[in-house]
């Protein structure tokens, strides 16, 4: 019986043992992770400011509406600096304004961007340059913007009496009058800030198909009928959205109220929510009752933010 060979250099590679791991792989791993650094790096960074710039100025807000600071010395007070907010006699009022402003932002502010990007959209010239000149008040300060109408609503020599007493109209006192200074702030607030909502707007409108509006025509549908079954259904998503954030800046109105109107208003007419904040923070030193304004008007978006995610999410 002939004996089997083995080759001389022929080695019998052993097994690693059990629990030890093997350097395959490990250069790709290590390679990932320096290639993931750098997100990493962005990931935390904005973690952290979210944490340092919103999250803990939330809760600090929780922690001192129950608690009250006199002389550097804090104490628990459970549910006083609620009861006292509560029983202000501007309290409502605040909130009445504030639900007004909102009202009216809607009618005025949400629908007028909407209206001239649909015009923006009908031209075939200088949209270019329309685009620019609707941008623009958008990057004027929002102090410069709210002095410039300040000016503007002069009842003596601002521009829109001149005009009207031009046109052999009435005049207005405009923010000089309770029936007129809240609804004064808010033309000028939409003034300042249409041009962003109009670009968005203007966006979501290109991105419909021109079929919609071919098959419209076909049908002789006429232009409101093209808008009200064509463009509205189609830039849905967008309108809620903005609707949204129209909602929640609108409740967070201060500086033209505080720069037009000097904060209260003709006969208290024109007094919202946040600046009864500042009121109660830096005219009463009650910071405290300040924390309490600004949880409930947290509590109150926090309710409209979950009503349009739950209406979104049901019309999905």
Same mark, same amino acid.
């Given at each position: 019986?002939?004996?089997?060979?083995?080759?001389?250099?022929?080695?019998?590679?052993?097994?690693?043992?059990?629990?030890?791991?093997?350097?395959?792989?490990?250069?790709?791993?290590?390679?990932?992770?320096?290639?993931?650094?750098?997100?990493?790096?962005?990931?935390?960074?904005?973690?952290?400011?979210?944490?340092?710039?919103?999250?803990?100025?939330?809760?600090?807000?929780?922690?001192?509406?129950?608690?009250?600071?006199?002389?550097?010395?804090?104490?628990?007070?459970?549910?006083?600096?609620?009861?006292?907010?509560?029983?202000?006699?501007?309290?409502?009022?605040?909130?009445?304004?504030?639900?007004?402003?909102?009202?009216?932002?809607?009618?005025?502010?949400?629908?007028?961007?909407?209206?001239?990007?649909?015009?923006?959209?009908?031209?075939?010239?200088?949209?270019?340059?329309? @685009?620019?000149?609707?941008? #623009?008040?958008?990057? =004027?300060?929002? !102090? $410069?913007?709210?002095?410039? +109408?300040?000016?503007?609503?002069?009842?003596?020599?601002?521009?829109?009496?001149?005009?009207?007493?031009?046109?052999?109209?009435?005049?207005?006192?405009?923010?000089?009058?309770?029936?007129?200074?809240?609804?004064?702030?808010?033309?000028?607030?939409?003034?300042?800030?249409?041009?962003?909502?109009?670009?968005?707007?203007?966006?979501?409108?290109?991105?419909?198909?021109?079929?919609?509006?071919?098959?419209?025509?076909?049908?002789?549908?006429?232009?409101?009928?093209?808008?009200?079954?064509?463009?509205?259904?189609?830039? @849905?998503?967008?309108?809620? #959205?903005?609707?949204? =954030?129209?909602? !929640? $800046?609108?409740?967070?109105? +201060?500086?033209?109220?505080?720069?037009?109107?000097?904060?209260?208003?003709?006969?208290?007419?024109?007094?919202?929510?946040?600046?009864?904040?500042?009121?109660?923070?830096?005219?009463?030193?009650?910071?405290?009752?300040?924390?309490?304004?600004?949880?409930?008007?947290?509590?109150?978006?926090?309710?409209?933010?979950?009503?349009?995610?739950?209406?979104?999410?049901?019309?999905?």
């Amino acid at each position: 019986m002939a004996a089997t060979t083995v080759p001389e250099n022929t080695t019998k590679r052993a097994d690693p043992p059990s629990g030890v791991r093997t350097r395959s792989g490990g250069p790709g791993l290590r390679r990932k992770a320096r290639e993931n650094v750098q997100a990493y790096g962005f990931l935390v960074g904005a973690l952290l400011c979210f944490g340092f710039f919103s999250w803990y100025p939330m809760v600090r807000e929780f922690i001192m509406s129950f608690q009250s600071t006199r002389r550097g010395v804090t104490r628990w007070v459970g549910f006083h600096n609620i009861k006292v907010v509560y029983h202000d006699p501007y309290f409502w009022t605040a909130w009445r304004n504030t639900a007004l402003f909102t009202l009216y932002a809607l009618v005025i502010g949400f629908a007028v961007p909407f209206l001239v990007a649909i015009l923006l959209n009908e031209l075939r010239h200088a949209r270019a340059y329309l @685009r620019i000149l609707v941008y #623009l008040p958008v990057m =004027l300060p929002p !102090v $410069a913007g709210a002095l410039l +109408f300040k000016y503007f609503y002069n009842p003596e020599y601002g521009l829109f009496n001149t005009v009207l007493r031009k046109l052999h109209l009435p005049t207005s006192q405009w923010l000089d009058s309770s029936h007129t200074a809240l609804i004064s702030v808010v033309i000028a607030a939409t003034w300042m800030s249409m041009g962003s909502a109009t670009l968005i707007y203007l966006a979501a409108l290109q991105n419909i198909p021109g079929e919609l509006y071919e098959a419209a025509d076909l049908d002789g549908a006429g232009l409101l009928s093209k808008i009200w079954h064509v463009t509205i259904p189609q830039t @849905r998503l967008v309108l809620s #959205l903005m609707l949204l =954030l129209q909602i !929640v $800046a609108t409740m967070q109105e +201060f500086t033209n109220v505080f720069l037009m109107a000097g904060g209260n208003g003709p006969e208290n007419s024109t007094m919202t929510v946040v600046y009864m904040i500042y009121q109660y923070g830096y005219h009463y030193d009650n910071f405290n009752g300040a924390a309490v304004l600004g949880l409930f008007l947290m509590l109150v978006l926090i309710c409209f933010s979950g009503l349009y995610t739950r209406l979104s999410r049901n019309s999905d």
